[in-house]
């Protein structure tokens, strides 16, 4: 479904990414793994076209995508949780998320009333405005936002970053709901051992360079990868 080859990206002249690849199938759920300031956010801004690649390529359901505007990215069926949220602040719960609605990819799934019963909470709060929400409860938005797109895929960056044990705990049962109804994700994050409960596959990338992929059960075997690659 996404396939990312040789990916390159800069910020002016420093040059962030020098060569990031991955693939994604459909169903599947993938993680990006590695220290902070390694290029996970920057690899997510790349594929969204929030950031233009400086070279290698990009494709989703099989056509390239690379250096598309984000609109257009996010038409093919790519829906993000962007890292700190960034929901509508002065727009109700409910508000956001109608805001995002679209069936683009001939698909109406993602109602409403089908985010409301993945979080109940939201539906309690569906008339309070969006700097009225908790940090858990804002995550849960911008979750519910990007499913109202009915995305073929779905990123989300620092999936839990910054929550409360009892809501990153209603994440992850989220999150493992949407792969029991084989939803591709794409997650960051930094809770591996309760990544590597449900992830199919994980790739880590270190000083802007894809330098492993494996299955969960070959990361946490291999505690040098973790030693190596993910511990400060």
């Known amino acids: 479904m996404l396939s990312v080859r040789h990916l390159q990206a800069s910020y002016g002249a420093a040059q962030v990414l020098f060569d990031i690849s991955l693939d994604i199938g459909a169903g599947e759920v993938v993680t990006l793994l590695g220290r902070n300031g390694m290029g996970k956010t920057t690899t997510v801004r790349s594929i969204m076209g929030l950031l233009r690649p400086r070279g290698g390529e990009v494709r989703f359901d099989g056509s390239v995508v690379t250096g598309l505007a984000p609109y257009r990215i996010a038409q093919t069926g790519i829906g993000l949780v962007p890292e700190g949220r960034q929901i509508f602040p002065t727009l109700t719960v409910e508000e956001n998320l109608v805001a995002t609605a679209s069936a683009r990819t001939g698909s109406r799934r993602w109602t409403l ?9 939201l539906k309690e709060r569906r008339s309070n405005l969006g700097t009225q929400l908790s ?28 929550l409360a044990p009892l809501i990153r705990a209603e994440i992850w049962t989220c999150l493992k709901r949407l ?3 084989r939803q591709s994700i794409l997650v960051i994050d930094k809770n591996v051992g309760v990544l590597a409960t449900f992830a199919d596959r994980h790739v880590i990338i270190e000083k802007g360079r894809s330098v492993w992929t494996g ?4 990361l946490m075997m291999d505690t040098s990868l973790k030693d190596r690659y993910l511990h400060v």
């Open 113 to 121: 009333d089908a985010v409301y019963d993945l979080f109940p909470r």
């Open 135 to 162: 940090g858990g409860e804002q995550q849960m938005l911008a979750i519910g936002r990007a499913l109202m797109t009915n995305p073929k895929l779905l990123i989300l960056d620092e999936a839990t970053e910054g």
């Open 215 to 218: 299955t969960s059960e070959e």
């Open 179 to 181: 792969k029991g109804e």
